[in-house]
């Protein structure tokens, strides 16, 4: 099973700041990684899936990036609705893994 | 618009069983990839079982192998999971996911899920 370590497990950031969320893989996945967002109470929402392509509706300070085995999501310009819990997921194996999460909350 | 209702939740004692259901619309269901993840309380996503279109394949994560069993009736635009010898951790929201290939088969839309609460 391929296993995916999210860095750092809570980001502490302000409105405007830029966040640089890390998703390492325990081998290759090629890429193959999604990212989520979840908003307490909420289902988690697609935001960027082949490591670097936004979802649909998604803006555009979110870009994703990397392949193999280190990937990053940054948020350029962070807006009040984007504190939240973000996942990595990979699909490169015969299973389905998601990441710990990262809890990124205002400072 | 794409949505996903999930039913079928509740309280169930260990060792019990309990089907979920997923009504979907706004898509044609027959040709999507869907998908069961799940999320206990407090904790991160965790995948469960996927199947395919038509329903000839499936997969499952192995603690849930011979347990659970996902299906799908597309005449009625709806999946299932029946969820047999429950545990205390099979606990959590179990999430309806549509899967987009063109997207890379990524978990493109959620339904607001369903809890599942394994307890004596």
């Known amino acids: 099973e391929i296993v995916l370590t999210q860095s750092p497990a809570t980001l502490s950031l302000s409105p405007g700041e830029r966040a640089t969320l890390s998703c390492r893989a325990s081998?290759?996945?090629?890429?193959?990684l999604a990212w989520y967002q979840q908003k307490p109470g909420q289902a988690p929402r697609l935001l960027i899936y082949?490591?670097?392509t936004r979802a649909t509706g998604i803006p555009a300070r979110f870009s994703g990036s990397g392949s193999g085995t280190d990937f990053t999501l940054t948020i350029s310009s962070l807006e009040p609705e984007d504190f939240a819990v973000y996942y990595c997921?990979?699909?490169?194996?015969?299973?389905?893994?998601f990441g710990q999460g990262t809890r990124l909350e205002i400072k | 618009e794409v949505q996903l209702l999930e039913s079928g939740g509740g309280l169930v004692q260990p060792g019990g069983s309990l089907r979920l259901s997923c009504a979907a619309s706004?898509?044609?269901?027959?040709?999507?990839?869907m998908s069961w993840v799940r999320q206990a309380p407090g904790k991160g996503l965790e995948w469960v079982s996927t199947?395919?279109?038509?329903?000839?394949?499936?997969y499952y994560t192995d603690s849930v192998k011979g347990r659970f069993t996902i299906s799908r009736d597309n005449s009625k635009d709806t999946l299932y999971l029946q969820m047999n010898s429950l545990r205390a951790e099979d606990t959590a929201v179990y999430y309806c996911?549509?899967?987009?290939?063109?997207?890379?088969?990524?978990?493109?839309?959620w339904g607001q899920g369903t809890l599942v609460t394994v307890s004596s």
């Open positions: 996911v549509m899967r987009e290939a063109a997207a890379d088969l990524a978990f493109y839309c």
């Open positions: 199947i395919s279109g038509s329903g000839a394949n499936t």
């Open positions: 706004g898509f044609p269901f027959t040709t999507y990839v």
């Open positions: 997921q990979q699909r490169s194996s015969g299973s389905i893994t």
């Open positions: 082949g490591a670097s």
């Open positions: 081998q290759s996945v090629s890429s193959s």
